[in-house]
């Protein structure tokens, strides 16, 4: 028989009566209230399903935590990993860098000693050059000197 209200809130009582003065016949409104009220029953929340679904919550909730704290780690250590990766990485182009940098350099200075020696050698010979020539010119006046000299013995 039609409880006059189930824990749904549906109040078949008062649904059977709307039908029977609606012009239904008892049994009608009954089966009919029997009929579509489960099915409006089926479909409404309890409070025990809106209990049993906060409790999921909380629960999934955790989860989250869980998950999210597990993810953390896991990101930390992939960070980590990746770090020193790029650290090792890095280091070693440094180190190759360095190592091209100081044969390139040698290069340019053995080439700018070898500059540097040609022209030392450049000026060396001009100095010499300059030598010799300041050589002829003392020669050349001494011969004048004497010739002076020697010219003015004579007159007198």
């Known amino acids: 028989m039609l409880r006059p209200m189930d824990e749904s809130g549906f109040d078949t009582l008062k649904a059977t009566r709307a039908l029977e003065a609606a012009g239904f016949a008892a049994g009608q409104a009954e089966a009919m209230v029997t009929v579509f009220g489960g099915a409006i029953v089926a479909n409404v929340a309890t409070k025990w399903n809106i209990s049993d679904l906060k409790g999921d919550i909380r629960n999934l909730k955790g989860e ?28 070693q182009q440094t180190s190759t860098l360095r190592t091209e940098f100081d044969a390139r350099l040698e290069q340019q200075i053995g080439a700018l000693r070898t500059e540097l020696r040609s022209e030392i050698a450049e000026v060396r010979l001009s100095v010499e ?8 010119l003392l020669l050349a006046q001494a011969a004048v000197i004497v010739g002076l000299i020697y010219g003015l013995q004579r007159l007198f």
């Open 129 to 136: 050059s300059l030598k010799a020539t300041m050589y002829r």
């Open 64 to 91: 989250i935590g869980t998950l999210r704290t597990e993810l953390d780690a896991r990101l930390e250590q992939q960070t980590s990993t990746l770090r020193t990766e790029l650290d090792a990485r890095l280091e």
